[in-house]
């Protein structure tokens, strides 16, 4: 196997050991030891340590998502119903590994950590507006990217503390997040006079889904 098939091959695994070890060697060792990987090269392939682990998990789930829903099945929803489908999906992906996210989070805060942490984030939002169908390429690409990040950032602070039946205190702080850019989005196109319309694209709102009223 090579390191990149090494990676992809733990990075589902590695959560479950994540969440009573921490992201760190153990957890690949054990990981490794479950797939029947020689663990010197198990631990080579995941040699930038726990940021390196967490990446290849997230690309995992990125590749599971787009499996569960391809094209042919967002095709009849809306823009709006296609990202809320494509989050929630995720959420579902990530359910059974809670304490392993609440972990990546505590590492994602730390200083040294933060620019690969916004990228992880950045790649997330890319992966599902891909997945939606969006094809743009002008500004309009990066503030419709900067805003999913922001919302689905929030929504997984939310996600790992949730208790509630099938996540429902998530799924309609979801939804009451993409509602909000919606609203500002028809309000904004209906006073520059050109109708109404679905775009998740207002980068300026960031501000405002980073400390929602609750």
Request: aromatic share 8%; proline share 3%; charged share 25%.
């Amino acid at each position: 196997m090579t390191l990149d098939e090494v990676r992809d091959a733990l990075a589902p695994i590695l959560p479950r050991h994540a969440a009573f070890d921490g992201w760190r060697a153990a957890a690949v060792t054990m990981a490794a030891a479950e797939c029947r990987i020689d663990a010197d090269i198990a631990q080579l392939a995941f040699s930038g340590g726990a940021m390196d682990m967490i990446d290849a998990w997230f690309a995992s789930i990125d590749r599971r998502m787009a499996e569960a829903l391809p094209p042919e099945k967002l095709a009849p929803l809306s823009i709006r119903q296609r990202i809320a489908t494509l989050v929630e999906t995720r959420l579902n992906l990530l359910a059974r590994d809670r304490e392993a996210l609440r972990r990546a989070q505590a590492i994602f805060a730390m200083p040294t950590n933060a620019i690969r942490a916004a990228g992880l984030g950045w790649r997330a939002a890319d992966s599902l507006w891909r997945a939606a169908g969006d094809e743009s390429t002008d500004l309009n690409h990066y503030s419709k990217r900067a805003t999913l990040a922001a919302i689905y950032a929030a929504t997984l602070l939310v996600f790992v503390d949730d208790e509630s039946g099938d996540h429902a205190e998530t799924r309609a702080f979801l939804a009451r997040r993409i509602d909000g850019v919606m609203r500002f989005e028809r309000a904004k196109a209906r006073w520059k006079g050109v109708g109404g319309g679905e775009r998740l694209s207002l980068s300026r709102f960031i501000g405002r889904l980073r400390y929602p009223a609750v």
